[in-house]
């Protein structure tokens, strides 16, 4: 199988719920499989692969026959069988903490998938679209999904989701049921374009390369001691503090002088830094010059 087709939809989360379907259409199977602090999306097919109880527990009964494996356990790939019709999983885990996969731990899931018929859904949706030094996340690990999904940077900020699997998967679930899987505004031709023009962008001017050399730049300019790791890869990464009261006073001081950053859905250590693919040099040292400064003010505060 290749990946040579695309459905166009409104959003990641869509993405998510049209992969879940195909590979329950695809295989005749039921089970799902995702990995524990894994974030696929909000609504109720991708809520239920979530892996993180607390943002769920409220939402109950989510859909059936889904379980959770340990990402980078590689004794829990046993846990896909031949009753599982995929599992979901991030290239880099992003809301766990900007977690990358070790020893070949996606090509290892492939190969399992590929042994007991099961399939493979890589969620491209945060490091897809050039941020990890490749079009893609997964391109760094040595594997190829069965099925990608797609978002967020891929019409430059316009509304857009989609996944990706080979034709003659695809057209399963839009000839058999008929319209298995239709939405009325995905491929609309203005987000289209944006899509393609985007992408245009990013190929013609290697943001994708750019993006490793900006991650040097930001590796070199965050290093101070409230600083104990800065994980992830190109423009993904997260400067992790000891604990999320540091991690918290940080983020509202760098807002207050300018600088906007984020919090990461479930580890409260790290301070997220996904800036523009766009960002300039200049940026990059103005902005880290505004966290060390917070930083070096939380240091003589304490
Ligand atoms: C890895 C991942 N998957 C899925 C989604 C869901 O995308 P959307 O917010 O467009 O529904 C996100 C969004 O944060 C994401 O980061």
Known sequence: PSLNKVYLVNSGTEACEGALKLVRRVTGRSQLISCHNAYHGN?????????????????????PDVDFITFNNEEDIQKITTKTAGIILESIQGGAGFIQ??????????????????????D?????????????????????PDVVIIGKGMAGGMPVG??????????????????????????????????????????????????????????ELLVHPLIDEVRGKGLMLAAMTRN???????????????????????????????PPLTISED????GCAIIIEAMNEILIEN
């Not at 109720?44 to 109880?53: A, D, K, N, Y």
């Not at 540091?246 to 301070?271: H, M, P, R, S």
């Open 162 to 219: 989609g996944f990706i699997a080979d034709e003659k998967y695809m057209d399963l679930l839009s000839h058999d049921p008929k319209l298995g899987h239709i939405t009325t505004f995905g491929g609309h031709p203005v987000i289209a374009a944006a899509c393609l023009a985007t992408l245009e962008e990013i190929l013609e001017k290697d943001y994708a390369a750019q993006s490793l050399a900006k991650e040097k730049l930001f590796r």
């Open 43 to 63: 609504t109720m097919g991708s809520m239920s692969v979530m892996g993180f109880e607390e943002r769920k527990q409220v939402f109950r009964p989510l859909i």
């Open 101 to 122: 996969p070790k020893n070949d731990f996606l090509a290892k899931v492939k190969k399992r998938c590929s042994d007991v018929g099961a399939l493979m859904i890589v």
């Open 283 to 286: 940026e990059i040292r103005e």
């Open 244 to 274: 999320s009261e540091i991690t918290n006073k940080v983020i509202f001081k760098c807002q207050d002088k300018g600088l906007i950053l984020f919090w990461l859905l479930f580890e409260g250590k790290a301070i997220r830094i996904t």
């Open 124 to 144: 491209e949706i945060q490091p897809g679209f050039g941020r990890t030094g490749k079009l893609f996340g997964f391109e760094n690990y040595n594997v190829v």
